[in-house]
């Protein structure tokens, strides 16, 4: 049976996930614990307990349960319970009876009946920092993810306040995979995070899988203003450290223009691919259509699911 | 199959429920909903949900799942989430999800694959009310229950703010139980609070089912202060309108001097089986040794549910 590996944390992952969960194969997500905004915040610095929120929307995404368990999963408490979400209070719960996140994820994935396995990156606590073009600092992954004043300054680098090393397990589903799928995600706060694990860029470079990075659909502002897919998958093998993704995967199809000017607004722009930019190492790009237009733009799970089947 | 029918809410209901739910009966257990203290009355305050608490306590105890479910539905979180039981919490979200407290309780029991129905008494809003001797009024369920300075004034009578109406199921499982178990439970916090529900007294007189009423093991301050097994049961009577009880259970056992000093320091005192007192109506007094000693005395649920089963 094939293994698949998706790497990543966001929405993205979710796409993908519930795409390649309805093939017959040995799925995995390794999951970014850099997370430190809303619900999961709260309950991390309060409870001390490893973000949770990457980690139920990737569980909830594998789940095979369409019944109540799944519904209470998503449920979000009003402002009384602090827009807690009922999945993270779920993890919280279950990390103090069980003594740990891994055991808290395990016993959550048999309650969830899921389809696969999810890996947090690491367990060790991280804290996401990026360095601006300007020097300055931005601290937390929040902080990046929703830039105050700084959206226009590009990012540097991103980086770990301290080194933390990779979860075995999620080392293990790296390098036993048939392939893997890097994204889609926002690149620097959900993708990124987890090649910045000691041991996890360079299991992705040893593997003999088949590596798929999934560019992403519409610029991130304060993250990717004006990237083209080149830029994107420049910035992956950046931080991997070498070359080696085999295709990346980008939309070609349109979207209409009336959710393009909303998108305007946020200062958010579809991807081009700029055949002028170079690229480093030798790399196939796969322009389709990719696309599911609903009130916003999103990847379509199917679609990119068929596409990575197909690859073999 | 017989049909057992207990009626209370409290910690004596989990207690009799464990031990009956042993036997291959057709169960339930009707109710109490007017708590209105600690995580319940947060969240009945703050999202006009119905009380959860005793609800939540029967589930646990009728449930068959011994896993992790289990657990976490007894787990309370810390003072940060207001020291919320997640019980509770589910139980909040379910109403939430499914629209209805009634359709939140039938999926809680399939999550925790319980072997038997917990019924609310109603669903209408209740706020339960006591009249002390000076004609001093306490108002709602916590504050009879922890008494601030009244304490050693008795209670006249306990009423509900305003009328409230039974849940139909409620009625039917009376009506069609083969046995009905009052109690055991805090007699005016607890139990007759079942009874001040409009429907419930006059379904208990009705049924044809044979009628036991479990005494306290030890009086309550502020709720049954010098209380002997005679005066439960004349207060359990008048109540229900007619004397319709035909046997009232209660402990001959003894409870170690160590206990019984630190009972005595919270005011509560072993309940007398006292002859000279006059009873309204024919009842059997079945006095056997009914306690579990621990570091508490609780009353013994193998023991309990066995003698009911023997009542023929």
Known sequence: MQRIVVIGGGTGSFTILQGLKKYDIKLSCVVSTADDGGSTGILRSEFGVLPVGDVRRCLLAL????????????YRFGEQLSGHSFGNLLLTALQEITGSMESAIREAEKILKTRGKVLPVTFDDVKLF????TGAIVKGETNIDVPKHNGDIPIKRVFLEKKAYAYHK????????????IGPGDLYTSIIPNLLVEGISEAIINSSAKKV????LMTKYGETNDYA?????????EYLGKP???HVLYNTNSIPKELLL????KKQFPVKFDKTKKITGTVE???DDFVNVTDIARHHSEKLARKIMGLG
């Open 63 to 74: 789940s095979d349960n369409t019944g109540t368990l799944n519904k209470l999963f998503t």
């Open 130 to 133: 990026a360095e601006l073009e």
């Open 170 to 181: 999620a080392i293990e589903a790296i390098h036993n995979a048939d392939v893997i799928v």
């Open 213 to 216: 990075f999934i560019c992403n």
């Open 229 to 237: 897919v080149q830029d994107f998958y420049n910035k992956i093998t």
């Open 244 to 246: 080696c993704v085999d």
């Open 262 to 265: 909303k998108y305007a607004e």
């Open 285 to 287: 790009f796969i322009g």
